[in-house]
Nanobody, 124 residues
């Protein structure tokens, strides 16, 4: 089992930045790839970014490429999502997740463990 807890969400104006954190406990965090997903009201959960177990490979949704950066610190059992140039359409609950597909994956069904989510609201 891996327990994941997100933090760092909040209210920010368009053009601003936020840094989300995902603290992991339980099984060895470095054994898993990590991903970030988001879900806006009335919409399905969607992929945002993923990172391999080592941190060497990263993947991004086209909608966030160039604005968001995913990273991880295995020594601290923590993953991060740096979000810059935020837009109102980025408003959603953001979830971190862990996958046994250690190379990283954008496929939601390949994630085994999920956090409870953190709200990000971007005002125009």
């Amino acid at each position: 089992q891996v327990q994941l807890v997100e933090s760092g969400g909040g209210l920010v104006q368009a053009g601003g930045s936020l840094r989300l954190s995902c603290a992991a406990s339980g099984r060895t965090f470095s054994s898993y790839a990590m991903g970030w997903f988001r879900q806006a009201p009335g919409k399905e959960r969607e992929f945002v970014a993923a990172i391999s177990w080592s941190g060497r490979r990263t993947y991004y949704a086209d909608s966030v490429k160039g604005r968001f950066t995913i990273s991880r610190d295995n020594a601290k059992n923590t993953g991060y999502l740096q979000m810059n140039s935020l837009k109102p359409e980025d408003t959603a609950v953001y979830y971190c997740a862990a996958s046994a597909v250690v190379g990283g994956t954008p496929i939601i069904a390949e994630y085994d463990y999920w956090g409870q989510g953190t709200q990000v609201t971007v005002s125009s």
